[in-house]
């Protein structure tokens, strides 16, 4: 399903609040590789690459100084942004040029032509350190015609949480319809809550739409070493594009080791483009292992010249040894997907139990669907079993797909239970494969 479209404008300005200023390098904290995949217009840049040779520590590991932060060591640039639902949004980037690492609490009240007070929000940005630039998003809801935003900030010296923006590197590739961002974590502790925002501007530098996404695994972090994508959406047309990370660290690093690697699972992959302009990716995952897992993937898509094209995450919430699932990723508005490149990781102390075992499945495969009938030989119910049927023909190659749940009223098949699901194709097809997912507990 699309994600929910975030469009424009009544009125789309750019502002700058207190102590305004131009972020004039937006990058100078990490390295950033921006490739341009979009066709070439002559008002249109080639991608550069800004790679930063300056000698300096771990930004979230260096000793903490007894130092200050005054308001004229930071540079801030202010764009709104007015949604089609009545709503407004100011987008507030914040670049630290001090030598402190702060945590920043900000207050932006918003005014009418007439100088009237008409919407007010608070934000903050939980940890930035020196040389960082991340963003705050305020919300102004049920509020439109702003004609400026005043916004203060108060710095906190001694912030609770870590710096990490300065640890993470990216590779950023604009697409026609998204930018797709490879970030990785270049430091030694986890990067937690790490949220990349992309800002789509037209010619005159208003914002003309904007997507975020979390940059985590399964654990809600961005391990050192680790690398993860994500695709970050528009459908306005747009001139360029602007990328900020937010995100903090309780100073930890990740345990080393796992009890189950690749080599314990067998997957199967399958791919699919739909009719209005989308791709799927599926990951049939088969448990060989005596553990039971989580899982959780990671997909970049590139085209035949290599090109990053799009990116994708997906899990599965349980899977028990000898069970089979299936995760599905999915590229908004790509096609012509070449190649994909996946990570998997498992976490071996899932908060669910699997609910995939006990349950026996009969297939009735007919000329326009196939009838899947579930019964539950087990003593516990079996909540949220969905049932995936992947339509393919003679090379198997997928032509079509379906998915429904197969539960009760109470989203189960209680033991002893049988229920039956119709999944329909309009395509013609050789055969049909048909994967569960489900679970026990933790509801």
């Known amino acids: ?192 809550f790490v949220e990349a925002y992309a800002l789509f501007f037209d010619s005159d530098n208003n914002v003309v739409s904007y997507d975020s996404n979390y940059v985590v695994d399964g654990d809600s972090e961005l391990k050192p070493g680790a690398e993860i994508s994500v695709q970050l959406d528009t459908y306005k047309g747009f001139d360029h594009v602007e990328c900020y990370l937010t995100g903090r660290s309780d100073g930890q690093a990740s345990e080393a080791g796992s009890e189950v690697s690749d080599s314990d699972f067998a997957i199967k992959e399958y791919k699919y483009e739909n009719t209005i302009g989308d791709s799927l990716y599926f990951l049939a995952i088969t448990n060989n292992s005596e553990t039971t897992v989580g899982v959780n993937g990671n997909m970049t898509a590139y085209d035949t010249d290599g090109n990053v094209m799009g990116a994708g995450s997906a899990s599965i919430d349980v899977l028990g040894p000898g069970d089979e699932s299936i995760m599905s990723f999915y590229f908004d508005s790509v096609q012509g997907i070449d190649n994909v490149k996946y990570t998997l990781g498992y976490d071996t102390s899932p908060y669910y139990e699997s609910g995939l075992k006990d349950l026996e499945v009969v297939q009735n495969i007919n000329d326009k669907n196939v009838v899947v009938t579930v019964t539950n030989n087990g003593e516990e119910a ?62």
Do not use: H, W
Request: proline letters at 2%.
């Open 1 to 192: 399903m699309k994600k929910r479209l975030i469009a424009i404008i009544m009125a789309t300005v750019m502002l700058a609040g207190c102590g305004s200023g131009s972020v004039s390098d937006k990058s100078a904290n990490k390295n950033v590789k921006v490739n341009d995949n979009r066709k070439s217009t002559e008002s249109e840049k080639n991608g550069t690459t800004v790679v930063d040779n300056r000698k300096k520590g771990d930004s979230a590991t260096d000793e903490t100084q007894e130092v200050t932060a005054n308001d004229e060591d930071f540079e801030k640039t202010g764009y709104l942004f007015e949604n089609t639902i009545g709503d407004s949004l100011f987008f507030y980037i914040v670049r630290n040029n001090s030598k402190a690492t702060v945590d920043i609490n900000g207050n932006a009240t918003a005014y009418d032509s007439d100088g009237n007070a008409i919407g007010a929000s608070q934000r903050d940005i939980d940890v930035l350190g020196p040389d960082e630039t991340s963003l705050m998003v305020f919300y102004f809801d049920g509020v439109t015609e702003i004609d400026n935003v005043d916004c203060s900030l108060s710095y906190d010296t001694n912030p609770y949480y870590k710096p990490v923006i300065g640890n993470i590197s990216m590779e950023q590739t604009i697409n026609d319809q998204n930018l797709t961002v490879i970030a990785k974590n270049d430091g030694t502790i986890n990067a937690q």
């Open 382 to 443: 079996a909540s949220f079993v969905e049932a995936y049927a992947l339509f393919l023909d003679s090379g198997g190659n997928v032509v079509r797909y379906d998915s429904t749940y197969i539960t009760d009223g109470d989203s189960e098949i209680k033991p002893g239970a049988t229920l039956s699901k119709q999944l329909d194709t309009y395509e013609s097809f050789d055969n049909v494969v048909v994967y569960l997912t489900g679970r026990r507990g933790g509801f």
